[in-house]
């Protein structure tokens, strides 16, 4: 057994391990509540758009009209870029394993054509590479305060690749937040745009100037908000991951210590009673 200088080290150690974690439980907790505002708000912004072009697609135009909008476009399959959103940083828990296989699956199991990577953080960036994947182009350090022109960049690449034909569908693999703690790790398609079913309400709007032209300025604005809303779940995500992880190690290095304290009470009383044994032996040689 340790003796009780050696535990108390240890003591030491942990505890100031464990402040360390609470704090960054603490700045996770934080970052995580304002993250699971933008979510939130973002969301209805992103439905109406969507319905907006179920509208158009449903109410407005006929499929001749519909078949001109490059995005809309459907066709074989020979090549797909891949979207794969990931935090920057570990410390979350499972959620950069989940997220990682999540993608590896969908490349192996379910894409049935060659795919190219685009990651978005370093985890995805660092995976991708060492195994040697197709990896096309890469974002990182985007930070916490993304904002859809940052967005837009990466958008503007999948939206070239699929008109031009260099790719013929585009997912996202982020992870959706659901609450602090459920992060479930979704495949989504983004292109070609596939308009949702107009609602039993359908209101009958005015466009202007056309139909087509609203359309066509909706379709790239559509893409970057589907993008957008991944990047801000992946946030939440992160966040929520951290935050628990974090208490997580919190409580354990808090159990550490009980036990380490019980451990070096248990040494001390060991040393006092040898040392009472060795003073009773001494006396009683001296009384003989």
């Not at 072009?53 to 407005?60: K, N, P, V």
């Not at 192996?108 to 995805?124: D, F, H, Q, T, Y």
């Not at 569908?169 to 659901?178: E, G, H, K, L, T």
């Not at 957008?228 to 550490?256: H, P, T």
Request: hydrophobic share 45%; no cysteine.
């Amino acid at each position: 057994m340790a003796n009780a200088r050696e535990i108390q080290r240890r003591i030491r150690s942990v505890a100031s391990m464990g402040q360390i974690t609470r704090a960054m439980e603490m700045v996770a907790a934080v970052k995580m509540r304002r993250a699971q505002q933008r979510v939130t708000s973002s969301r209805p912004y992103s439905e109406q758009l969507r319905q907006i072009m179920a509208d158009l697609a449903t109410q407005q135009l006929d499929p001749d009209q519909l078949a001109q909008f490059p995005l809309l476009q459907k066709r074989p399959i020979q090549n797909i870029e891949l979207i794969v959103v990931s935090p920057d940083r570990g410390l979350t828990g499972a959620l950069n394993t989940n997220i990682l296989r999540r993608a590896t699956r969908f490349i192996l199991e379910e894409a049935e054509s060659p795919v190219r990577i685009i990651p978005i953080g370093k985890k995805a960036r660092d995976y991708f590479v060492k195994t040697k994947q197709n990896v096309i182009a890469e974002f990182v350090g985007i930070g916490d305060d993304v904002t859809l022109d940052t967005v837009r960049t990466i958008a503007d690449i999948a939206i070239d690749d699929f008109a031009s034909g260099t790719v013929d569908a585009v997912y996202v693999v982020y992870s959706r937040f659901v609450n602090t703690l459920v992060q479930r790790p979704e495949v989504m398609q983004i292109l070609p745009v596939e308009p949702a079913e107009a609602h039993e309400g359908y209101a009958d709007y005015i466009f202007e100037p056309t139909p087509e032209a609203v359309l066509n300025e909706l379709l790239p604005r559509y893409v970057e908000v589907q993008l957008y809303q991944a990047i801000l779940d992946g946030l939440a995500s992160e966040f929520s991951a951290r935050m628990v992880a974090m208490r997580s190690a919190s409580d354990n290095a808090k159990e550490i210590v009980h036990d380490l304290t019980l451990s070096r009470n248990k040494a001390r009383q060991a040393q006092i009673t040898q040392e009472v044994s060795e003073i009773a032996a001494g006396a009683n040689a001296m009384a003989g």
